[in-house]
């Protein structure tokens, strides 16, 4: 897999902020921060070579959006799904909370366009709206899916706050190994965790499970029975001192202390985690999408 240009990812998190600036601090669902970050992503890949297609949807009285893209090949009955929530809270521009995840997918599907890489499966990106009023956009997506269509995603890969300014390295406990929180996930997850793990302990970086209980766009494919996986640098919860052992970072503290508020800005992202968690996007998906 390619090294993903780091710079490329912090230049989409400029553009995301730009975009809040220029619209009333924020890119929730309902606001025009929203549309206008969708518009962005959706330029870029069509410029790439994508097949997008927008996927329109109404939550709490105003109209939301997903938008699906498309890599032409591989094999259309196996198709392998990586996402993220592009929209954010009112409360700030959402640059970690989820500019990280939405700009990392994005550079992967450009670093995939770039490459000249035929994956064997067939490859298919979401950016979903309305995550933060209870995972709307994910869960009309799965819901619109006729059933042949849905058991041919094979998996789906969910990046959520990947560049926490305190970060952890988490990976979602798809096999439920630490006990702790729900079961295992439907059967293929397993291995998600472990190709993602795999990239991690290559750099070096040891990695935690954490739940993989629903918390994020993943929820409404596990319960479709759709594979899952991803990771996560931390929200509200504190840094412990063994956490700080393992990562280094400060005890105690937030893993983003900005976590759903107004400083979710630009300064609001460590791009060391940033970096290493948008390399094992690309790690996971030439991986587990096969091919050369
Ligand atoms: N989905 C939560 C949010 O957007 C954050 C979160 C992501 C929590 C991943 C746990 C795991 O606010
Ligand atoms: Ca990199
Ligand atoms: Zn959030
Ligand atoms: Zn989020
Ligand atoms: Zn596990």
Redesign the pocket.
Known sequence: APDIPIANVKAHLAQLQSIATANGGNRAHGQPGFRASLDYVKARLDAAGYQTTIQSFTASGATGYNLIADWPGGDANQVLMTGA?LDG?RAGAGIN??GSGSAAVLETALAVARSGYRPAKHLRFGWWGA??LG?IGSNRYVASLPAAERTKIKGYL?Y??IGSPNPGY?V?DGDNSDGVGSGPGPAGSAEIERTINGYFSGIGVPTRG??FDG???YGPFIRAGIPAGGT?TG?EGRKTAAQVQLWGGQSGVAFDRC??GSCDSSSNINDTALDRNSDSIAHAVWTLAGGA
Do not use: G, K, W
């Open positions: 929530h809270v909370d989820n995550e933060e995972l969910n959520d706050m988490f979602y954490t739940d918390r994020s766009d996560f929200a976590y759903h």
